[in-house]
Each structure stands twice: as C-alpha cells, then as structure tokens.
C-alpha cells in the first residue's frame, strides 16, 4: 500500500511537470528528457526522504468530473482553519481553470499604506498543507497594475508543517496612498508540489561554457 501511495505522488508530479514543459512549447525529445530526469530524481528523493511515510499518508489525488474543464486538473484535500475573526466565505477558485484562490484581508479597522510603506495584514486562515506541498502567497494582478500593490516576499511560502494564521506582507510600490479595506482581496494562494536538495559538498563543480559569468554576462537584452 504504501508503494502504490509513493507511485502515485510520483506519477502526480510527472503530470504537473509534462503539463509546464508542454505550455512552454519545448520540444518533445526535450521534453521526454527532461521529464526522464525529474521523475528519476523525485523517486530517489521519495526513497531516501525522512518524509518517506509523509508521502505514503498524504491524501490521495481525485480528479473532479463535474465539468469538462476542471476534470482535467488534479485536485487534493487540503484542511483548511477558520480563526474567530473570519468574516465572510471560505476561499474559492474563480474559473475552472485557475491556479489560485484568492484571501481577504480581516480586519477591525483600514489599513492606510503611503508610497513605499508595508503592513502585515492577516487572513484568519490556516492549513495542513499536505506533505510534499507548499502554498505560494502571490501578489493580485489588478491591484499590483492598479495601484503598485505587491508583496514584499513574493512568492511567499507557507510550509507543510506551519499551522499558524497565514498573513500577508502587503507593499505599496506605486505613487499615491492606498487604503487596505476589511474583506479586501489581497493576494491568490497557490499549491505547489515540493523537492528538497540533497546537498553533497565537493572540492569542484562541473565546468559549463558559462562558467561563473553573472549579472548581464549573456547580455543586456
């Protein structure tokens, strides 16, 4: 039972990284090769993890048939904690097709952010992210175009193993004072899957035609 969990995180994580390299257009021979080295290293990493029995106990993924969109993604379970101070609805997804949800910002009072100053504004949420996983806190397109919104740790990234309230470090990058309202949306959440290094000190890297070129070695456009 427990091989048949890890294949089946494996065979998860060999999807999500077919479908990237496919929207990316990348040839198919180089594709297949890349998608070869991914799988080999994810299913060493699985073996030799410490997080080996995480994997084995981590919700098995479902694919949703309501409609012909969404039945195409890969969906699983993530708990989710409403804090004594949420107001409103829980999270959704707002088309088929989208990576993120959205969270709002919980607050008793408004926030004002001058040009240049941030806040950390709280989303009465927390998770048990499943192990393998991560959420990614995101800035919100419209606002950053809008209003020069943005987070300052951007992506932010919330752990497996974190149970705390997730908030978020909003940033006013633009030229006029905002005003961050209660219920304002203030950043999309994405899950992402996990891959932790195993790092092996050596004397000597490899060598490549690049070598240790830096900042605007390949060229300035």
Same mark, same amino acid.
């Given at each position: 039972? %427990?091989?048949?969990?890890?294949? $089946? &995180?494996?065979?998860?994580?060999?999807?999500?990284?077919?479908?990237?390299?496919?929207?990316?257009?990348?040839?198919? %021979?180089?594709? +297949?090769?890349?998608?070869? &080295?991914?799988?080999?290293?994810?299913?060493?990493?699985?073996? @030799?993890?410490?997080?080996?029995?995480?994997?084995?106990?981590?919700? *098995?993924?479902?694919?949703? +048939?309501? @409609?012909?969109?969404?039945?195409?993604?890969?969906?699983? @379970?993530?708990?989710?904690?409403?804090?004594?101070?949420?107001?409103? #609805?829980?999270?959704?997804?707002?088309? @088929?097709?989208?990576? $993120?949800?959205?969270?709002?910002?919980?607050?008793?009072?408004?926030?004002?952010?001058?040009?240049?100053?941030?806040?950390?504004?709280?989303?009465?949420?927390?998770?048990?992210?499943?192990? $393998?996983? *991560?959420?990614?806190?995101?800035?919100?397109?419209?606002?950053?175009?809008? *209003? $020069?919104?943005?987070?300052?740790?951007?992506?932010?990234?919330? +752990?497996?193993?974190?149970?705390? #309230?997730? &908030?978020?470090?909003?940033?006013?990058?633009? *030229?006029?004072?905002?005003?961050?309202?209660d219920q304002d949306r203030i950043a999309q959440l994405v899950l992402a899957p996990v891959m932790q290094a195993r790092l092996v000190e050596v004397s000597e890297l490899d060598s490549t035609a690049r070598g240790a070129g830096g900042f605007g070695s390949t060229g300035s456009k």
């Open positions: 039972m %427990e091989t048949q969990s890890i294949s $089946g &995180k494996i065979k998860f994580f060999a999807q999500i990284v077919e479908k990237f390299v496919e929207d990316n257009l990348i040839e198919k %021979e180089q594709r +297949d090769e890349n998608f070869r &080295k991914l799988a080999l290293a994810f299913e060493t990493f699985v073996k @030799d993890s410490p997080l080996k029995a995480g994997f084995a106990k981590a919700p *098995e993924t479902s694919v949703d +048939d309501q @409609d012909s969109h969404s039945s195409s993604l890969l969906k699983v @379970d993530v708990q989710i904690k409403k804090w004594p101070q949420f107001k409103g #609805e829980l999270p959704q997804y707002q088309s @088929d097709l989208a990576s $993120g949800f959205d969270v709002r910002a919980q607050l008793s009072a408004p926030v004002s952010l001058k040009p240049g100053q941030r806040a950390l504004i709280p989303t009465g949420l927390s998770f048990a992210i499943p192990h $393998g996983y *991560e959420i990614q806190a995101r800035p919100r397109s419209g606002w950053a175009i809008r *209003e $020069g919104m943005t987070l300052m740790n951007t992506p932010g990234t919330i +752990d497996a193993d974190y149970r705390g #309230e997730v &908030k978020i470090i909003l940033a006013n990058l633009g *030229e006029n004072t905002v005003l961050v309202q």
